[in-house]
């Protein structure tokens, strides 16, 4: 039994490819998922003050967001993806900024 090359590709390799649902619906729910997780999270870590834990979730934010950039980079098929890329990046930051600005709310 061996290893055939031409064997359909896995369903989260399809998941990640934007396959399954579409690259944008599949990389903003990623985005969205996190986002909503970091909120809840950092409200809580804001409202108790404790802000090692908050800081480590902001990097960890920041890098969730370069690992969806960089897959959607992999992944885009459209003619001028460092365009697409752009716009995706900014809203990502401006989001994350909006998101962060949300959570100091339960000082």
Same mark, same amino acid.
């Given at each position: 039994?061996?290893?055939?090359?031409?064997?359909?590709?896995?369903?989260?390799?399809?998941?990640?490819?934007?396959?399954?649902?579409?690259?944008?619906?599949?990389?903003?729910?990623?985005? $969205?998922?996190?986002?909503?997780?970091?909120?809840?999270?950092?409200?809580?870590?804001? &409202?108790? =003050?404790?802000?090692?834990?908050?800081?480590?979730? *902001? &990097?960890?934010?920041?890098?969730?967001?370069?690992?969806? $950039?960089? *897959?959607?980079? =992999?992944?885009?098929?459209?003619?001028?993806?460092?365009?697409?890329?752009? =716009?995706?990046?900014?809203?990502? *930051? $401006?989001?994350?900024?909006?998101?962060?600005?949300?959570?100091?709310?339960?000082?």
């Amino acid at each position: 039994m061996g290893t055939d090359s031409s064997a359909s590709p896995s369903a989260f390799a399809r998941l990640i490819s934007g396959q399954t649902f579409g690259l944008a619906q599949t990389y903003w729910t990623f985005y $969205l998922l996190w986002a909503a997780m970091f909120f809840v999270a950092g409200s809580l870590l804001v &409202a108790e =003050r404790n802000w090692p834990p908050y800081v480590a979730l *902001l &990097a960890v934010t920041v890098g969730w967001s370069f690992v969806l $950039l960089t *897959l959607v980079k =992999r992944y885009y098929v459209g003619s001028d993806p460092g365009k697409a890329l752009g =716009r995706i990046g900014m809203l990502f *930051l $401006l989001l994350n900024l909006t998101n962060a600005l949300a959570t100091f709310s339960f000082i």
